[in-house]
């Protein structure tokens, strides 16, 4: 695979260049306790003190600007561009409209805000609308992955979850029936540990700026679907220091927060691979990926650092960010403020500091990034592989991904996310 003997050269590269010329030189270069200084200004703070102790030691490979935006296809980017004063930010909510029309876009494809200017009131927002527009276009998928929890003992908590999504906006392919009037949908179902096989969850996201997710939950002790409660984003999952919106880095609607732009730097991002890998077609809608999986010390003996540190499969690229503040306008909802870090060109978010109600700091995440492109530059996707939630007052972690294989699905079956579904497995 391309990706294995990517990550194979890197590790040559990185072996034979000296790691404290490497920042210098513009060549993949080790950042680690004995530099940590070259890392000031490219990490958070938080990160940056685990550097400084020995706790992360980061692997760092730069890239060609133009190559790393060639990660979204050429059809991506024409329509981007001519997105250019389609869309606005509606009165009152961070909400997506037409111009023309003032209404919600049935469907849109591309950025809907390719240029951003910093200094416009609504630059937050219409940066964090960016991000799903990103993320949408690869259409649909799935993925077998594992959640684990991690202390300084190691791995405490082990979870085996298979998830699948579809998106209704942002596609490729353009528009497809959507008579629910849904931006996507997406099952999860757990398969380890043992009490909780077969537990699967159904969720919907409407259209529209004001309603909540729409959850659905299947218990097989019970035989019944029951109605869930989807407001409780901010809740850890499992007992792990990982919580419901950690997914990409945030998994809620835009609609959720008032983001407000606080300013703009350059960080190192945490990715599979810099640039987009080939898709495998494996039937006439269907694509494959397979991913070299990603080790950490906590399994890996004789590894030095902190048990989550990934050591294997990763790899950090500089890149310019905005940096932008969201505030959830749930009064239940448990953080005061989130810092997110997102890629000022493909719109993806890195990192991410959360504050608690309080308003201290007390947890970040890494959200480490593939892309996938097939032949002929008209289809790509951007994937999300892996976060890492580290909650640094309880000095504990957890990893949600980490898959080693991922399909692309551009035409589900239309009752595929379904109750039916939910109800009689996968």
């Not at 927002?125 to 649909?140: L, S, T, V």
Request: aromatic share 14%.
């Amino acid at each position: 695979m391309a990706r294995l003997y990517l990550v194979s050269v890197v590790m040559a590269l990185l072996l034979a260049q000296p790691a404290s010329s490497g920042a210098q030189e513009g060549k993949p270069w080790v950042l680690s306790a004995n530099n940590w200084q070259e890392g000031t200004d490219l990490l958070p703070e938080p990160v940056l003190g685990r550097v400084k102790n020995g706790q992360y030691t980061f692997k760092v490979v730069p890239v060609d600007p133009v190559k790393f935006r060639a990660n979204y296809s050429l059809k991506f980017w024409q329509a981007s561009q001519a997105n250019e004063g389609k869309y606005a930010i509606a009165d009152g909510v961070c909400g997506l409209k037409e111009v023309a029309t003032g209404k919600i876009p049935a469907f849109f494809f591309g950025l809907p805000f390719p240029k951003i200017d910093s200094a416009d009131p609504q630059a937050g927002c219409k940066i964090a609308w960016n991000f799903p527009a990103a993320n949408f276009q690869g259409e649909g998928g799935g993925a077998t992955f594992t959640l684990n929890g991690i202390d300084e003992g190691g791995e405490f908590r082990h979870l085996k979850v298979g998830g699948e999504s579809m998106a209704f906006v942002g596609r490729h392919g353009g528009p497809i029936d959507n008579p629910q009037n849904l931006r996507g949908t997406g099952m999860v179902f757990l398969y380890e540990p043992q009490d909780a096989e077969n537990v699967s969850f159904l969720a919907k996201r409407e259209n529209d700026w004001t309603s909540n997710d729409k959850v659905w939950g299947y218990i097989p002790a019970t035989r019944r679907v029951r109605r869930l409660n989807a407001a409780s984003r901010s809740d850890s999952i499992a007992g792990m220091d990982i919580f419901a919106d950690d997914g990409n880095c945030y998994a809620g609607k835009v609609e959720y927060f008032n983001w407000k732009l606080v300013g703009e730097r350059k960080v190192l991002a945490p990715v599979i691979g810099p640039y987009a890998l080939p898709m495998q077609p494996v039937g006439e809608t269907r694509f494959k990926i397979d991913i070299p999986y990603m080790r950490a010390v906590y399994e890996t003996p004789g590894a030095k650092g902190a048990p989550w540190l990934i050591i294997d499969g990763l790899v950090y690229v500089p890149r310019d960010v905005y940096v932008v503040e969201g505030e959830s306008n749930d009064p239940e909802y448990n953080f005061s403020k989130v810092i997110f870090y997102f890629d000022k060109e493909l719109f993806q978010i890195y990192w991410k500091l959360v504050y608690n109600r309080a308003g201290e700091y007390f947890y970040n995440a890494a959200c480490g990034h593939h892309w996938a492109k097939n032949a002929d530059d008209t289809y790509s996707a951007a994937v999300n592989n892996v976060v890492i939630g580290v909650n640094d007052k309880t000095n504990r972690a957890a990893f949600g991904g980490r898959y080693t294989s991922q399909f692309f699905e551009r035409s589900f079956p239309s009752d595929r996310f379904s109750l039916h579904t939910l109800s009689h497995g996968d």
